[in-house]
T-cell receptor, first 111, second 114 residues
Framework: GQSLEQPSEVTAVEGAIVQINCTYQ??????LSWYQQHDGGAPTFLSYNALDGLEETGRFSSFLSRSDSYGYLLLQELQMKDSASYFCAVSPNTGGFKTIFGAGTRLFVKA | NAGVMQNPRHLVRRRGQEARLRCSPM?????VYWYRQLPEEGLKFMVY????????ESGMPKERFSAEFPKEGPSILRIQQVVRGDSAAYFC????????????FGPGTRLTVL
């Protein structure tokens, strides 16, 4: 089967750095994506890793290690507005065009 | 450039009625995905369509659910004879092509079945 696992909740303080992990079990995929979703809102794309290593986009960075079946999203200089749910997602390359999302990590940023 | 549009934003149906959800992709995008999201859960893939073609419907329930993306007009997700378990948020997303990893999501339709 294909599945992604994320912690259900993470709490951090404003200004801090937080890492949200994503471990997966899938036979093959094109890349690992990350999306942010505020309560009642639509998911918005944050980052994508096709290759192993670190991708940096402003305060957000994402990392992928295919050999370890592991990735993470790193959020720096946390702001209150970063309180949201964060989802990792993969598109398997085993036929078909579906995208599989993790169950999401709810991030609470405290003052 | 308008984003992905979905309507209605909220839809209430009684058990046994039909629900029709519409999605207009971003301008220039010809690929549409539909997802279902239950409270406190992730998005579950339902179907992937291109203009006039269903490419991957492996996530669609075999009965009561159907989707289309006609040559002209929005993509439609149709749920016949709704049941309470169909209550969820339904999101559509669009992308320019299959090689594009970034999906642009609409605001969703919140379906409530009474």
């Amino acid at each position: 089967g294909q599945s992604l696992e994320q912690p259900s909740e993470v709490t951090a303080v404003e200004g801090a750095i937080v890492q949200i992990n994503c471990t997966y079990q899938t036979s093959g995929f094109y890349g690992l994506s990350w999306y942010q979703q505020h309560d009642g809102g639509a998911p918005t794309f944050l980052s994508y890793n096709a290759l192993d290593g670190l991708e940096e986009t402003g305060r957000f960075s994402s990392f992928l290690s295919r050999s370890d079946s592991y990735g993470y999203l790193l959020l720096q200089e946390l702001q209150m507005k970063d309180s949201a749910s964060y989802f990792c997602a993969v598109s398997p390359n085993t036929g078909g065009f579906k995208t599989i999302f993790g169950a999401g990590t709810r991030l609470f940023v405290k003052a | 450039n308008a984003g992905v549009m979905q309507n209605p934003r909220h839809l209430v149906r009684r058990r046994g009625q039909e629900a029709r959800l519409r999605c207009s992709p971003m301008k220039g995008h010809s690929h549409v995905y539909w997802y279902r999201q239950l409270p406190e859960e992730g998005l579950k893939f339902m179907v992937y369509l291109q203009k006039e073609n269903i490419i991957d419907e492996s996530g669609m329930p075999k009965e009561r659910f159907s989707a289309e993306f006609p040559k002209e007009g929005p993509s439609i997700l149709r749920i016949q004879q709704v049941v309470r378990g169909d209550s969820a948020a339904y999101f559509c997303a669009s992308s320019p092509g299959t090689s594009e990893y970034e999906q642009f999501f609409g605001p969703g339709t919140r379906l409530t079945v009474l």
